[in-house]
């Protein structure tokens, strides 16, 4: 099928957040004197919990602390006030290939969207740090986190950006960094080149349309809808 849209996601795909995300959450907790922090060895086994504020639930739940001892959604408010600010001072960059694929992507007339777990607000912070312009100068549909019912690796978010785009599965590509992305993305219906990174290194990735280093090795579009799965 023709190929007319690219859907990014957002964390680990378009820049190493993670890092940034995990930093927020150590700060709002000792900003709380929770007395928790999460090394790095603990945060990439819970980021199998897509969500930050899913995430925090179980942490809780590991530790065995009852879930309704701590306001969750304030927290993590926190959490994302911290994020931000920390985006807008780091000035974190994209990761290879993603600027010049996007650019080329539309020029070749395709266009760009968005589907992520996280929430709109770290998205602009984001885009405003990395691109210079907010995020809907640079894409054309945004789904997010907040958005859906279900976080990846349900297909919701992958499904409200195809809603915003007008398109079928079948028109578009997903791009992904972990694999509950590619489950996110398969269940939708959409083929899936994956890139990984930090925290996602050494995930399975069965599945996917191609697994690559970096976005730079795809060919640009014409690299793309050779991906696509052929019509039937
Ligand atoms: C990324 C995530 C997010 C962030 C935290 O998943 O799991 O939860 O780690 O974001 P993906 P929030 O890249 O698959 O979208 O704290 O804003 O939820
Ligand atoms: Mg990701």
């Known amino acids: 099928m023709a190929l007319e849209a690219l859907i990014f996601d957002v964390d680990g795909t378009l820049a190493e957040t993670e890092e940034v995300h995990r930093q927020a959450f150590n700060d709002a907790f000792a900003a709380q004197g929770l007395g928790w922090y ?7 086994r819970l980021l199998g919990t897509t969500g930050g504020k899913e995430r925090i639930a179980r942490h809780m739940d590991e530790i065995g602390i009852a879930r309704d001892t701590c306001d969750i959604a304030a927290l993590h408010r926190a959490k994302t006030a911290r994020y931000t600010a920390l985006v ?10 993603v600027a010049d694929l996007i650019a080329q992507a539309q020029y070749a007339g395709l266009r760009v969207a968005i589907a992520t777990t996280t929430s709109r607000a770290n998205v602009e ?10 995020a809907n100068r640079v894409f054309e549909a945004l789904a997010c986190g907040d958005e859906v ?5 349900a ?13 079928p599965a079948t028109r578009a590509l997903a791009i992904e960094d972990s694999r509950n992305g590619l489950h996110a ?3 939708a219906g959409l083929a899936c080149v994956v890139t990984p990174s930090l925290y996602t290194e050494g995930e399975d990735f069965t599945g996917a349309a191609r697994v690559c280093g970096s976005l730079a090795e795809l060919g640009g579009p014409a690299g793309l809808r050779t991906l696509m799965q052929p019509a039937h």
Do not use: I
């Open 88 to 97: 807008a001072q780091r000035g974190l960059g994209l990761r290879a290939g």
């Open 155 to 167: 297909p919701d978010v992958f499904l409200l950006a195809l809603r915003r785009l007008g398109l």
């Open 149 to 153: 019912a279900r976080k990846k690796p």
């Open 125 to 134: 912070a984001l885009c405003t740090a990395t691109f210079g312009a907010p």
């Open 185 to 187: 993305a398969r269940a």
């Open 38 to 44: 999460w090394s790095q060895q603990a945060y990439r």
